[in-house]
Structure formats: structure tokens, C-alpha cells
């Protein structure tokens, strides 16, 4: 008895109350029924880096994007973020002026998570109800609000979900250090059971999503256009400074791209080519653009572009691949350019999303052991600090 009064005097007062009037068993039985339902969610904490929504969200993404130094290290980075994100406002505004006037990434990711979290429910009745939240690193709902959202929902237990396949210090990494910057800013160090998924670039969902929507683009050839046709993957570019430091994204694409072949059955020539880079630094190459170039001159006439390292439309997508390109691959003569969907909101990619989670859930695992390993040439404080504020939760560690 005194156990469950003191059990009940954890769950809501109007349960206490119900209860002490009549003490009978069926009454507690009720009462009991009755917290179950109100259970707090089981939170996944969806991760990003957001695009801006409408053009004048242009500016601050770009200052926030900036200013990250997980991201980029400037000189004097708190005045050049400012200046840079002026500078470069109108060209990026015009870039998604002509894809709509704003970025998908929100529309999409609420899509993703509605439809991800009604699927857990379903398989993983033990961890339901589920709520997805959405995190965006440079733009709203942000990081802070997602926290608040969680503690006004009382949530006791949150998988932390990546949603870039491959990980990388600049894109999910940053977004854990700003993580746990926010946890501890609003007190949530210990009353949340945290986990992460931190890279999914082989789950055999994502690899069946990407294939699916390939052989579907192929569809659209000729049997003798197929039979010529070569598979150009296409990836963000990342500086080869943090390539040397030691990332691990490179290779994570390039695996999530022979996954994707070897359920290809091989039948297609392939490469990996980067795009996107930005300013004057050495990047990660062959660039995209060089390689439709190229294999223009080659006399290749039927190029598939697969964007792979991103999870839905975006100004790459939309703007970089279909209008810029579209137009190279014109020049180059290569006649037969077409690009594969993004997993945007197909159903393949939401179901894999939720088995993800499950097997996530199901294998009681913190975070990966790879995470814990830091680059080799990292100095960073910050990749330190999360690492072992996580550490100091894992019994594996
Ligand atoms: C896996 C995806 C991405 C990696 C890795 C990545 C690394 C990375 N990016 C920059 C600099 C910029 N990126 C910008 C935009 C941008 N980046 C990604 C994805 C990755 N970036 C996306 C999807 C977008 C566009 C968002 C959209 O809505 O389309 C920009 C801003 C645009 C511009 O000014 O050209 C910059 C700058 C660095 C330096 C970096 C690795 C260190
Ligand atoms: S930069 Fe890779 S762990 Fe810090
Ligand atoms: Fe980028």
C-alpha cells in the first residue's frame, strides 16, 4: 500500500484523488489503465541542417550557416559570417526563387516523421506512443525549441535521429554539439533517457529506397539507352581539410553507393562525384559538373544522376542538379540527363525511417562505437565535451 500511494503521488493529482476515494483494487486497476494512456511519448528527435522556408529566411540561414564553426573556421567569424551572408544573400535567394521560392526540407521531414512515428507505433508497441520532433540546425524549429517542446511533453526517453545517411564532423556533428549545448542549457541532462542514431548509410531500407527509385528513372530509357546508361552519384563536397583531419564521410558514401550497386546486381557502370563546393579551397572531387563535362566528350549520351547523401529536395537537388546541370549536360551533348527523386515522401524510405528506430530501440545501444573515436586531427573542445558527456550515460563505455 504505501508503495502505491507513493507511486501515485508521482502521477497526476487528479489520479490521486480518483483513487483515495475508494481504495478499492478495480478502482487502482482504473487509475493505473488510465496512466498508461498517459504515458509521455517516446521522442525522435529528428536532426538536420533546415533550409529557409521563404526568401527572407535567406539571410539568417546563410548567418547561421556561417557562423558554425563545426561547420567552417573563419578568421574574425563573428564579423565575416555577417559579411559573407550579405554578400551572398541575393545569389542564394535567386537560387530558391526558382525552385518555389523556399526549401521543401520542413514540408518533407514532417511528412517523414508523421508517417515514421504512426509505422512504430505499430511495431514497436512496447516504446508507443511515439512523437517525432525536428531540430534544425540553422533555421527554425530550431534546436532550443524542440528541447522545450519535449519538456512540456514530459518525454523521459529520446532517440536523437540523424537524418544525413552518411555522417560527417560538419553536418551531424555539429548538430549533436549543439544538442548538447542545448541539453544542458535547459536542464535535460538527467531527466531524459538519451540515444542517437548518428549514421544509417547501409540500412538495407535506405539501399532499397535509393535502388527502387534508380531502377524507376532507368524505366524512362529505351532498352538500347539503358543498355549505354552510367550511374553518376552525386554527393555534397566537403573541403579537403576536413577530408585530411579525418572525416568519416567519404568513405560512408562511398559505401552507401556500393550497397546500392551491389543490389544493382552490378548492371550499370557507376562513379562517386561531389558537388557544391564553396569558395576558393581545395574540395573533395571529381566535381559533378567536371564529370558530365567529361563524360559529355566521351560521348556518353545517357547520364542518371542520384543524389545520395541528402534525404530530400533541396537548392542541390532542385536548382543545382536539374536547372544547372540540365543545361551543362545540354552543352555537353549529353541528350539523355535525368535525375533520380529524392526519398522526399516515398513509402520504401518512411518505412525504413521507422525500422531504423526499432532496431535502434531493440538493440539498447547508446550511440555507435565508431562515434566515439574523434577524428584524428580534431581539436575541437566541443566534439570532446559531447563525447563524454554521452560517454558518462553509456554503460558500455
Ligand atoms: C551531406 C550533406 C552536406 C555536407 C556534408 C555539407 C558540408 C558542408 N557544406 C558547407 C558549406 C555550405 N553548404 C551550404 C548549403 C547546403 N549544404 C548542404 C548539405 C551538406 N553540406 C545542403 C543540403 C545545402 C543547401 C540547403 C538547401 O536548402 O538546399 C551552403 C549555403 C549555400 C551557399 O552559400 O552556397 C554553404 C556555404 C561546408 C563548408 C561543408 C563542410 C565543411
Ligand atoms: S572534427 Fe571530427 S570528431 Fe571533431
Ligand atoms: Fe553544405
Not at 70 to 96: G, N, V
Not at 204 to 212: D, L, N, Q, Y
Not at 352 to 365: M, N, P, R, T, W
Amino acid at each position: 500500500m504505501a508503495s502505491l500511494t507513493l507511486a501515485l503521488r508521482r502521477t497526476a493529482p487528479q489520479l490521486r484523488t480518483q483513487s483515495f476515494r475508494n481504495a478499492s483494487s478495480s478502482m487502482f486497476m482504473r487509475a493505473i489503465t488510465t496512466e498508461t494512456t498517459k504515458k509521455p511519448p517516446t521522442a525522435i528527435l529528428m536532426t538536420n541542417m533546415g533550409g529557409p522556408e521563404k526568401l527572407d529566411d535567406v539571410h539568417d540561414f546563410l548567418l547561421n550557416l556561417f557562423s558554425d564553426r563545426d561547420l567552417m573556421q573563419l578568421p574574425l567569424q563573428s564579423l565575416t559570417s555577417k559579411w559573407i551572408a550579405k554578400r551572398r544573400s541575393p545569389s542564394i535567394r535567386e537560387q530558391y526563387a526558382q525552385i518555389g521560392g523556399g526549401s521543401p526540407i520542413l514540408k518533407w521531414t514532417r511528412k517523414q516523421g508523421e508517417v515514421m512515428e504512426k509505422i512504430l507505433d505499430e511495431i514497436s508497441p512496447e516504446t508507443a506512443p511515439h512523437k517525432h520532433y525536428i531540430a534544425f540546425r540553422y533555421v527554425t524549429p530550431s534546436t532550443d525549441a524542440a528541447l522545450e517542446a519535449m519538456k512540456k511533453d514530459n518525454v523521459k526517453r529520446a532517440v536523437v535521429f540523424t537524418q544525413y545517411p552518411q555522417y560527417s564532423c560538419s553536418t551531424t556533428g555539429s548538430s549533436l554539439n549543439e544538442l548538447h549545448h542545448g541539453i544542458k542549457a535547459a536542464g535535460m541532462e538527467d531527466s531524459v533517457d538519451w540515444s542517437i542514431i548518428d549514421r544509417w548509410n547501409t540500412h538495407p531500407g535506405f539501399i532499397e529506397a535509393t535502388a527502387s527509385l534508380i531502377e524507376k528513372k532507368l524505366k524512362e530509357y529505351t532498352p538500347e539507352e539503358r543498355k549505354d546508361a552510367v550511374i553518376l552519384f552525386s554527393a555534397h563536397s566537403l573541403p579537403m581539410s576536413v577530408v585530411n583531419r579525418g572525416d568519416t564521410y567519404p568513405a560512408e558514401v562511398g559505401a552507401s553507393v556500393q550497397h546500392v550497386m551491389k543490389r544493382l546486381e552490378g548492371k550499370y557502370p557507376h562513379r562517386l562525384v561531389w558537388q557544391s563546393q564553396v569558395g576558393p579551397s581545395a574540395w573533395l572531387g571529381p566535381q559533378t559538373s567536371d564529370a558530365i563535362e567529361g563524360y559529355g566528350k566521351q560521348g556518353k549520351k545517357n547520364l542518371v544522376l542520384v543524389p545520395i547523401a541528402f534525404t530530400s529536395d533541396h537548392i542541390e537537388t532542385l536548382f543545382e542538379l536539374d536547372l544547372e546541370y540540365g543545361e551543362l549536360a545540354e552543352k555537353s551533348g549529353v541528350t539523355g540527363f535525368k535525375r533520380v527523386e529524392a526519398l522526399n515522401g516515398n513509402e520504401i524510405f518512411t518505412r525504413a525511417l521507422a525500422d531504423i528506430v526499432k532496431e535502434h530501440l531493440d538493440s539498447k545501444q547508446l550511440v555507435s562505437r565508431q562515434w566515439y573515436l574523434r577524428c584524428p586531427g580534431c581539436t575541437s573542445e566541443k566534439c570532446k565535451d559531447t563525447r563524454e558527456y554521452f560517454a558518462s550515460k553509456d554503460s558500455t563505455q
